[in-house]
């Protein structure tokens, strides 16, 4: 970046900022760490320095023009390749601390994830964790507005940097005691019929399923939808259905998995803000791809250090 696009970073954080709290500058400010009036000069400073309007008043809050929308959305991957190259230049010195903003989505609250972070954690005891689960759209976001370091994704997000680190096999989860439990492999046709548990609709898993299952020839009969695959596990073994989830080693008491013919895979994918990544975030990258057996982004192979999670 030169030196003008430099000089205007704080004024350009401030309105990236403002659009991510809808207007409203004390959420803003605070999201900074400014006060409310510094958040206010910095805006109507790029204002002047661009010279077209970039908010208006509304009540308590300000609304941004489309301009300013647009380009809030566009500076913010320069915004963070640059916040990331001071980071680099400053924390090198001592690459054992800083902070990571880690995320990853609510279905990976057990197993792999909180083991993984916890060996990270031994190995680097002075490098700060600052974790969110939540859902995979929501990481993405926060992936591409800078409030996260490195998330993991499901799908990976094309418009992001991501390497896969995994490759989760679908199987189909029934009862154990289902007319299908014995086999060691089915046709997704043969769930013709059944009741389906699945996640809601916005769930990547659950759009598989459906687009996976039209393809098959049938709509799902989906009668139940809970977002924790573990309870989607215990309701299969309990008989109210059965679903599509992701092969674990440690199957649920009272339930049978039952691998698919053809192919029915997603990918897990390590993301991150910018390429450039702060020397802390660089570590936790490292650490998850060389623990999980992929070796750079591109370079993808089945691996199940994942199955039991999802998003």
Not at 47 to 56: A, G, K, M, V
Not at 205 to 230: K, M
Request: proline share 6%.
């Amino acid at each position: 970046m030169d030196q003008w696009t430099v000089e205007l970073a704080p004024q350009l954080r401030a309105l990236a900022a403002l659009a991510d709290h809808d207007g409203y500058m004390t959420g803003a400010a605070d999201a900074l760490g400014i006060p409310q009036s510094s958040m206010s000069r910095r805006v109507h400073a790029l204002e002047q320095t661009l010279r077209i309007p970039l908010i208006s008043r509304d009540g308590r809050a300000v609304r941004l023009t489309p301009a300013a929308r647009r380009l809030a959305e566009t500076v913010r991957g320069p915004l963070a390749e640059l916040e990331a190259a001071v980071a680099d230049v400053t924390d090198d010195s001592d690459p054992e601390h800083g902070t990571v903003r880690f995320g990853f989505p609510l279905t990976m609250g057990h197993g792999t994830v909180p083991s993984l972070l916890a060996d990270f954690n031994r190995a680097h005891p002075d490098i700060r964790l600052q974790l969110k689960q939540a859902h995979g759209a929501e990481l993405v976001d926060d992936l591409r507005r800078g409030d996260l370091d490195l998330a993991l994704t499901i799908p990976p997000p094309d418009a992001l940097p991501h390497a896969v680190v995994a490759i989760q096999e679908i199987c189909a989860t029934v009862p154990a005691g289902h007319r299908l439990a014995a086999r060691s492999r089915i046709n997704l046709a043969d769930l013709s019929g059944e009741r389906f548990i699945a996640n809601p609709a916005t769930y990547n898993l659950r759009q598989l399923t459906e687009t996976w299952c039209r393809t098959a020839g049938f709509d799902p009969d989906i009668t139940v939808e809970i977002t924790e695959f573990a309870t989607v596990r215990e309701l299969v073994g309990l008989g109210l259905g059965v679903a599509l989830l992701p092969y674990t080693h440690r199957p649920e008491d009272g339930t049978a998995q039952v691998r698919l013919l053809g192919e029915h895979r997603r990918a897990v994918g390590l993301s991150s803000a910018t390429s450039r990544l702060n020397p802390a975030a660089r570590g936790l990258s490292d650490f998850i791809i060389e623990r999980t057996g992929f070796a750079s982004s591109g370079h993808t192979r089945t691996h199940s250090s994942f199955g039991c999670t999802g998003g």
